[in-house]
C-alpha cells in the first residue's frame, strides 16, 4: 500500500512563549522554536504501523520553506521511506485551499492508496484533508481513530459527538484525518536521525506542479486574519500562573476549596 501523510512544522507550544506581532495578525515567530505538528505524528505512525503489516511504502509530504526540511526528516528517522517538500515564494501567505491546492497538485502525480493528514494544525481550522479529498474526489472521514485494511477497502473509526464511535467502511483511495490517541508514536532516536541526514529530499515549486502562483499564495487566499487576539477574561474568571506544577497544585486547592473534589 502506498500511503502518503502530510505532515507541518509548526511552533512547538512546550519551548516557546508566544506574543502576537505588531500587527495584532499573527504571532510574533522571531526565534521561536519549531517541531513537527503534534497531530501529524499519529498519523505517520498509523502509515508506519499499516505498511509493516501489508507492505508498501511511506512518503511525507510539506507545504513549507527551507526550514520544513527538518520535519520530514524528522519523520523519515522516525519510519517514512521517502520525504518530499513543497517550497515556492509563491506559495508564502497561502490559506487553507491553497494549500490543499499545492498538495493536491503533488498527490496527482503519485499512486497514493491512502492520503493521511493530522485532524488539526497549529491554527485550528481542521480543513485541510476534507479540502484535499474534495479537489481528488476521494472518499474521506475525520477524526479517525481506527483503521482496519481490507481487500480494495478499509474499515474506519471515528469519534463522533457524545463519546460515541461510529464506524464506517470507504473504498480505497481515500483520505483520512487522524486523531490523536489512535496510537503511540514512537520514539526517535539520534540514530534514526543521523542515518537519514544524507538522504535526498525533493523540493518542488510551482513550475514542477503546473501551479499558477496567481491561484495560492497570498495573491490566491480566499481568506485573510485580520486580528489575533486572547479574549478577555469574563467576570469571576482568574488565570493561574507559575510552572505547570505550580498550576495544578493551585488548581486542585481551588478545587478542593469549591467541594468539586
Do not use: H
Not at 501529524?40 to 520553506?65: C, F, L, M, P, R
Not at 497549529?122 to 483503521?147: F, R, T, W
Not at 490523536?180 to 535526498?200: C, L, M
Amino acid at each position: 500500500m502506498e500511503i502518503l501523510v502530510c505532515v507541518k512544522r509548526v511552533p512547538d507550544t512546550a519551548e516557546n512563549e508566544f506574543e502576537l506581532n505588531s500587527a495584532g495578525n499573527d504571532l510574533d515567530r522571531d526565534d521561536l522554536v519549531y517541531s513537527v505538528n503534534e497531530w501529524d505524528n499519529y498519523a505517520v505512525e498509523e502509515a508506519i504501523q499499516i505498511v509493516d503489516k501489508v507492505g508498501g511504502s511511506v512518503t511525507v509530504i510539506t507545504v513549507g520553506d527551507d526550514e520544513s526540511e527538518e520535519v520530514l526528516r524528522r519523520e523519515m528517522a522516525m519510519g517514512a521511506n521517502n520525504g518530499i517538500l513543497l517550497c515556492d515564494e509563491g506559495f508564502e501567505g497561502s490559506d487553507g485551499r491553497g494549500i490543499a491546492t499545492i498538495l493536491t497538485a503533488e498527490a496527482q502525480k503519485g499512486n497514493y492508496d491512502l492520503i493521511l493528514s493530522g485532524a488539526q494544525a497549529d491554527e485550528g481550522a481542521g480543513q485541510i484533508g476534507g479540502m484535499l479529498a474534495a479537489m481528488l474526489d476521494y472518499p474521506y472521514a475525520s477524526l479517525v481513530n481506527k483503521i482496519e485494511v481490507g481487500d480494495g477497502k478499509i474499515t474506519v473509526g471515528r469519534e463522533i459527538e457524545g463519546g460515541n464511535q461510529e464506524m464506517n467502511d470507504i473504498q480505497l483511495p481515500c483520505v483520512l484525518s487522524i486523531q490523536t490517541g489512535i496510537n503511540e508514536p514512537r520514539y526517535v532516536g539520534i540514530r534514526g536521525i543521523r542515518k537519514v541526514a544524507s538522504v535526498d529530499i525533493p523540493v518542488k515549486g510551482a513550475g514542477d506542479l503546473g501551479i499558477d502562483t496567481a491561484s495560492v499564495g497570498e495573491a490566491g487566499s480566499k481568506t485573510k486574519r485580520v486580528d489575533y487576539f486572547v479574549p478577555d477574561m469574563g467576570e469571576g474568571a482568574e488565570m493561574l500562573e507559575g510552572s505547570t506544577d505550580e498550576i495544578i497544585e493551585k488548581l486542585i486547592e481551588k478545587l478542593k476549596a469549591k467541594g468539586g473534589l
